[in-house]
């Protein structure tokens, strides 16, 4: 009953099937690790954004290039305030409004986007408190540059005049006519009456969309290993069923056949009739002859 097993068709398919359980458990586990990885970055990076802020302000320059590990550091820095941009379509407690960025001059040349604050509504430059005037010293959680359409940065472009949809030196190069650090500082106090903007986790360390697609692949995958075994049992199944039937004489010709596979010729009990209806009806021709 089980000969078909032998068949090139069946070595085909269980050949297919001792291949595809162990390459899908392979990227299941994959998935997953990608997944816990991204749930220790954010783990690591909400502690070490409260142990920053117990740490004492160090200069810009000893944090630069930002990384993981230097992103939400404190930092201080000295200038004047230059020119002010708003940064629209940001959300704080599920409340949509906008940032208010101001370009920090430094003695160097180059300039520091300081987000002074966080204000409610539509960006209007009428809302927008003017930066204080002659040198400053602002203190506050430095930031990676952030990149369109990554979490919370808005991807459109085409910004009013005077606005911009994400912080870094690559849109604000086109805004300003002066060299820009590509990092940003977030100050720990709102200035005048804004609320101060939180600091945010670097891309690819927290629980965003990507980290729960992780975690959806990882279901899709060990979803395949279930199904292809579901798959081999059934054609299993069926295949047996109709060698049965075939045995039984329950089935047609062509079906007694496919079971059969490979395994013989055999005849059905209506193959052995035809045979002795034959042989009679030569016998009768025989005797007419005669």
């Known amino acids: 009953m089980y000969r078909f097993l032998l068949t090139p ?8 099937v001792v291949l595809a359980i ?21 783990e690591t990076a909400t502690t070490q ?47 949509e409004g906008f ?26 430059p009428a809302k927008a408190p003017a930066p204080p005037t002659g040198e400053v010293t602002v203190t506050g959680a430095l930031q990676a540059a952030e990149s369109p359409g990554s979490d919370g940065v808005s991807g459109r472009s085409g910004w009013p005049a005077g606005q911009t949809g994400a912080i870094s030196a690559a849109t604000l190069l086109n805004l300003v006519p002066y060299d820009v650090y590509d990092a940003w500082v977030t100050l720990n106090q709102g200035d005048s009456g804004m609320r101060a903007v939180p600091v945010s986790a670097p891309q690819n360390t927290g629980l965003d969309l990507k980290a729960f697609q992780n975690l959806g692949y990882t279901a899709e995958w060990f979803a395949f290993v279930g199904f292809v075994i579901f798959m081999w ?22 079906d007694a056949d496919e079971a059969a596979g490979a395994g013989g010729e055999s005849g059905t009990p209506e193959e052995s009739g035809d045979g002795a209806d034959g042989e009679k009806a030569d016998g009768d021709r025989a005797g007419l002859v005669s």
């Open 233 to 254: 049992f059934r054609l299993l199944r069926r295949e047996v069923e109709l060698a049965r039937d075939a045995e039984l004489g329950l089935v047609e010709q062509d």
């Open 99 to 124: 940032y208010v960025l101001t370009l920090l001059r430094t003695d160097g040349g180059e300039a520091l986007p300081v987000v002074r604050g966080w204000l409610p509504g539509e960006p209007d």
């Open 22 to 42: 162990p390459f899908c458990i392979f990227m299941g586990s994959w998935q997953l690790g990608r997944f816990e990885d991204r749930v220790q970055d954010h």
């Open 49 to 95: 954004h409260e142990s920053a802020r117990r740490e004492e302000a160090r200069p810009l320059t000893e944090l630069l290039p930002v990384d993981k590990a230097t992103v939400g550091k404190q930092t201080t820095v000295t200038g004047r305030y230059d020119d002010q941009l708003l940064v629209p379509e940001r959300k704080l407690d599920d409340r």
């Open 9 to 16: 068709r069946w070595w085909g398919i269980n050949v297919f």
